[in-house]
């Protein structure tokens, strides 16, 4: 790929996997959507829309997965994108890096306040005088944050080792968790009960709240292109890369619908769950009482905290590489690796700061980290997006690595293409009816505000500097620089 090798190659076929199915994390994801999703379609769309997502962001998925083995780097998809680009390599190239920073940071923060959040949930059960604020959760994030750090700073076999545990949490934790609610209660809802449909979203029509409770799914299916990030630390990373987007995804998929099958048919009262402060979390106290209830809860924090340490990891390679093309800030400073720890410690800080700016408005406004939520997601999936449309402008000019679709490979891009500026465009709209201050979607407003800083940065300095993916030499030359 033209870049002398600085990163170990210490993760295996199965670390690969691991790190987007962490960072994908159906715990993570469905417990803290599943509230939205109760009031924008109800179980009907919870259960359905599950399915028919799943199957969507698979064709992402494979469209992605083929062009990671042609371009198996740490650059990911703003390195492919400028390589595939037919002309204007570099805006393409910067562009898709910037989304996928921006989405990357959302992507940390994120899961940082959804585990801020449930574990001051599990503080009220426990310590019933305990009053959530903005300013505790701002706290509870910085903490979390500080110590995703520290574990990223130490070796790439420390992180390699912690989500290798975290697959066998999730696999394990989801299993206690459907059990208990299969086998604990006394009663559950009907089979019928896959077919209610609820809207209480405010807006009089029930398509356009289906659509919106497709979110649910889309939340949960962000951040696969971690095994992408990675490549450059992965054994046969042509093949092993694609095969870890695939798995992680596939298995996302039948594990969370069985979760999600197993929460629907828990609910007790489906009007008070709905209205209460943390759904999920409801179900399980009315299904299996507030000790039991307590119990699941911290498999949940657990999920959700190793869900933001693998988004970390994936978010300090994207900088190290976006880094080391120039494409940053202080670029030599953040590309720059541990000679004891070979990994980008520098970058790992970094991320955690920007992390760190993102959530500081949780200390006042709610409605504002929802926005940068929304970011993340659009954010992410644009720059998923804009590599798979390259590469099925290039057609027949694209050449595949190992791993590839064959003559799906075409038909299979133009579905994940479509399916992107669908969702990305759901994203964007409002999410509930009357339109106030309080309701309101920031989200295409913060996007246009990072897309006019990435616009006007580009066209004031960044063009005459950037080119894209920079070539270090020759495959000789590149390998006399080798480190290991």
């Known amino acids: ?25 159906i715990i993570s ?54 390589k595939l680009a037919k002309n204007h390599r570099g805006a393409w190239s910067w562009y898709t890096g910037w989304l996928n920073f921006v989405g990357q940071i959302g992507g940390t923060a994120a899961t940082g306040y959804a585990a801020a959040t449930f574990i001051q949930a599990f503080i009220v059960m426990q310590w019933p005088s305990y009053t959530v604020t903005g300013q505790s959760t701002v706290i509870i994030i910085t903490v979390i944050l500080l110590l995703q ?47 209610h449909f609820v809207n209480s979203t405010g807006f009089s029509s029930g398509v356009y709240a289906a659509m919106l409770g497709l979110l649910v799914t889309s939340w949960t299916f962000t951040g696969f292109d971690g095994s992408f990030h990675m490549s450059e630390e992965t054994v046969k990373a042509t093949v092993n890369t694609p095969k870890g ?35 999920p979390v409801q179900i399980l106290i009315d299904a299996l009482g507030p000790g039991a209830a307590k119990l699941l809860l911290l498999i949940v924090i657990g999920a959700m905290l190793f869900c933001g340490l693998a988004n970390m990891t994936s978010n300090t390679r994207q900088i190290f590489a976006f880094a080391r093309d120039g494409a940053m800030p ?108 309080t309701t309101f979607n920031y989200a295409p407003i913060a996007l246009g505000v990072v897309l006019i800083i990435a616009t006007a940065w580009w066209f004031t300095t960044a063009r005459r500097r950037f080119q894209g993916p920079v070539s270090y030499g020759s495959p000789d030359e590149v390998a006399a620089m080798d480190l290991i």
């Open 245 to 279: 987007i695939m798995r992680a995804i596939g298995g996302s998929a039948v594990a969370g619908l069985i979760l999600m099958l197993a929460l629907v048919y828990a609910i007790r009262d489906y009007t008070a769950t709905a209205s209460a402060s943390a759904p």
């Open 1 to 25: 790929m033209g870049y002398p090798r600085k990163l170990t190659r210490r993760f295996r076929g199965f670390d690969n996997f691991a790190i987007s199915f962490t960072i994908i994390n």
């Open 330 to 437: 202080g670029s030599r400073l953040w590309h720059s690796v541990s000679p004891r720890t070979r990994t980008p410690v520098k970058a790992v800080w970094l991320a955690a700061v920007c992390s760190f700016v993102l959530i500081t408005p949780a200390w006042w406004s709610h409605t504002a980290f929802t926005a940068i939520v929304s970011v993340n997601v659009v954010g992410l999936y644009l720059a998923y997006g804009v590599p798979i449309f390259l590469r099925l402008r290039l057609g027949d000019e694209f050449q595949p690595g190992p791993w590839h679709l064959g003559r799906w490979g075409k038909p299979v891009a133009l579905t994940a293409v479509v399916w992107i500026v669908f969702s990305s465009v759901l994203f964007m709209l409002p999410h509930a009816s009357p339109i106030t201050p």
């Open 149 to 195: 750090a520290l574990a990223n700073t130490y070796t790439v076999q420390l992180v390699a080792t912690l989500n290798r545990i975290s697959v066998w949490w999730l696999l394990i934790g989801m299993t206690v968790i459907v059990l208990a609610l299969v086998l604990v209660p006394t009663h559950h809802q009907s089979a019928s009960f896959a077919t």
């Open 29 to 82: 994801g469905i417990f803290s959507a599943f509230g939205f999703g109760m009031g924008a379609g109800g179980p009907l769309i919870l259960i359905f829309g599950w399915i028919s997502v799943s199957v969507m962001v698979l064709f992402v998925g494979a469209a992605m997965g083929e062009i990671a083995s042609a371009y198996p780097t740490s650059g990911a998809l703003y390195f492919s994108a400028g």
